[in-house]
C-alpha cells in the first residue's frame, strides 16, 4: 500500500527554481525519515538529500547544498524540494524515496530539465 507519487517537475532556465513535492500514503508518514534522489541520464542514480522523521535533520550531496532544501510536512504526508539556482547539470528524473520495514520505496518520478 506504500505510495509516494512525485510533482512539480518541468522545463526551466539555468538560475531559475522549481518545488518538488511527494505525497506519501499507505504508512505512518511521521514515523520515517524521507530521501530524494535524482538520475540524470548516462548516471546512476544519486542520494540528493535526507530528512529525518521529525524534520529536525537533514543532509544534502555537496552539490546541491545552499541551492537546495528538504522540507516536509507531517500533518500533510508530504515532503518538498525547493530548488533555486539550478544549473544545467541538475536535469535528471528526481525521486522520492522511504524506507519502510526494511524495504526501499519509490516514486514514479519527475523530470526536471534545466536548459536555455
Known amino acids: 500500500q506504500v505510495r509516494l507519487v512525485e510533482s512539480g517537475g518541468g522545463l526551466v532556465q539555468p538560475g531559475g527554481s522549481l518545488r518538488l513535492s511527494c505525497a506519501a500514503s499507505g504508512f505512518t508518514f511521521s514515523l520515517y525519515g524521507m530521501s530524494w534522489y535524482r538520475q540524470a541520464p548516462g548516471k546512476e542514480r544519486e542520494l540528493v538529500a535526507n530528512i529525518i522523521s521529525n524534520g529536525g535533520s537533514t543532509n544534502y550531496a555537496d552539490s546541491v547544498k545552499g541551492r537546495f532544501t528538504i522540507s516536509r510536512d507531517n500533518a500533510k504526508n508530504m515532503m518538498y524540494l525547493q530548488m533555486n539556482s539550478l544549473k544545467p547539470e541538475d536535469t535528471a528524473v528526481y525521486y522520492c524515496?522511504?524506507?519502510?520495514?526494511?524495504?526501499?520505496?519509490w516514486g514514479q518520478g519527475t523530470q526536471v530539465t534545466v536548459s536555455s
Open positions: 524515496n522511504s524506507k519502510v520495514w526494511g524495504r526501499s520505496y
